[in-house]
């Protein structure tokens, strides 16, 4: 049974570091992980040049790389909207645990991660589905779990009390 939790908060608060350091300890409980990231505007994993990006800028709509290591499938929206999270979370194989990464409007259980020196304004107070907050200052009265950034057993076990099962969240 998959299960589903975001990471959400402002740019340079931290996400992908503690994306990073919670995925090998989630592996250390023996928990199988996979990512969902948004990215920002015209991202591009390809890149001139290679047959692939040649591919795609003929116009194709879909190309898929294989290696003996891994493959990876691009799909070009071509003028269509930006395909909304479920969607893009029907993409991705049975694994225990599926943690997002942005996507910070969609309805779905989030974790706040805060960096103080960021300056930023705090989301919980102004999102219901922030569950649990993972900040390196204390929040001004948050009703809502809170660990530090750098407790990442803590923060493993908000992860997995607050997850909620991708099937809970596709019903939505």
Same mark, same amino acid.
């Given at each position: !049974? /998959? *299960? =589903? %939790?975001?990471l959400?908060?402002?740019s $340079?608060? #931290?996400?992908? +570091? @503690? !994306? /990073? *350091? =919670? %995925?090998p300890a989630?592996?250390?409980? $023996?928990? #199988?992980v996979? +990512? @969902?990231?948004?990215?920002h505007?015209?991202?591009?994993?390809?890149?001139?040049g290679?047959?692939?990006?040649?591919h795609?800028?003929a116009g194709?709509?879909?190309?898929l790389v294989?290696?003996?290591h891994?493959?990876?499938?691009?799909?070009?929206h071509?003028?269509?909207?930006?395909?909304?999270?479920k969607?893009?979370?029907?993409?991705?194989?049975p694994?225990d645990?599926?943690?997002?990464?942005?996507?910070?409007?969609?309805?779905?259980?989030?974790?706040?991660?805060?960096?103080g020196?960021?300056?930023?304004?705090?989301l919980?107070?102004?999102?219901?589905?922030?569950?649990?907050?993972?900040?390196?200052?204390?929040?001004?009265?948050?009703?809502?779990?809170?660990a530090?950034?750098d407790e990442?057993?803590?923060?493993a076990?908000?992860v997995?009390g607050?997850?909620?099962?991708?099937?809970?969240?596709?019903?939505?």
């Open positions: !049974m /998959t *299960r =589903l %939790i975001g959400a908060g402002w $340079g608060a #931290g996400k992908t +570091t @503690l !994306m /990073t *350091r =919670l %995925i989630m592996a250390a409980r $023996g928990i #199988g996979s +990512t @969902l990231k948004h990215a505007h015209a991202f591009d994993i390809d890149r001139p290679k047959d692939s990006y040649e795609r800028a194709a709509r879909q190309v294989a290696s003996a891994r493959w990876a499938l691009m799909t070009e071509r003028g269509q909207p930006e395909p909304p999270l969607a893009l979370l029907a993409q991705l194989a694994v645990l599926v943690i997002v990464e942005g996507f910070k409007r969609d309805h779905h259980p989030k974790i706040e991660v805060h960096r020196a960021n300056g930023k304004p705090w919980h107070p102004e999102d219901p589905h922030i569950v649990a907050i993972a900040s390196d200052v204390a929040p001004p009265e948050a009703r809502l779990p809170v530090h950034l990442i057993e803590g923060i076990d908000l997995l607050h997850a909620i099962t991708l099937e809970a969240f596709l019903r939505r």
